[in-house]
C-alpha cells in the first residue's frame, strides 16, 4: 500500500431501511424511484469514503429490478468502490429485502454507478489509488474497466448525436 492509497473494502457501506407507507406504489411494493435514490446515496457514501471529498453522480448503468420489496420488508444496500481512473470511480450496489420474520433475503436490484470526485471549485479532482485485494474485488476491478469502455463509447455516440442535432 502506498501512502493515500485506499483498499477496496475501506469504502463499503451497508444502509438499511425499514418500508414506510410512502415508500409504497400502489402494488403495495417499493416504488422504483425510491430504490433509485437509496442507491445514489449509498453509492455516494462509499465514494466518499474514497475519495475523501466532494462526489457527484455521472451515470447510474445496468439497473436491475429483479423481485418486489414488499410492505414489513427490510431494506438492506450494500456499496463499494470497484474501480476508480483519473478523476472518475465506480461504485457497485446490491439490494436485498429482508422479510423480518424469517431472516430470509432476497437479492431484489442491481446497479453500477460512476461518480466523479470534484474539488472546491467543482472540477474532476484526481482520485487516491484504489487497492484491490480479494479475488473478488480483483474480477470486479476488472469487470469496471470493460464497462467503463462501454459508457465512454456510448459517451461518444451521444456527444456526436448532439453535434448533428
Ligand atoms: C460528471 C461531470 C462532473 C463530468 O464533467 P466533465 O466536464 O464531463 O469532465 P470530464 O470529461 O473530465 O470527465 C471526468 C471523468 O468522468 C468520466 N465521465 C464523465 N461522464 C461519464 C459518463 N457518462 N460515463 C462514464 N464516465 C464518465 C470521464 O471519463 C472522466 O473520467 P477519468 O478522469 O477517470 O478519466 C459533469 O458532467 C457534471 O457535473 N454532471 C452533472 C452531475 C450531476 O449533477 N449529478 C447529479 C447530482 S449529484
Redesign the pocket.
Known sequence: MTPGSVRCNETFCEMTYIIMPNHLNALDTVFGGQVMAWIDVCAGVSAQRFTKGTV????MDHLTFLAPIRKGDVTVLRSQVNW??????EVGVRVEAEDIRTGERRHTSSAYL?M?S?DDG?H?RQ?PTLVPQTPDEIRRFEDAQHR?AV??EQ?ERARLREERA
Request: aromatic share 4%.
Open positions: 457527484v453522480t455521472a451515470s476508480a481512473g483519473r478523476t472518475s470511480l460512476t466523479v470534484l467543482f474532476p482520485t467503463r459508457r465512454l459517451r
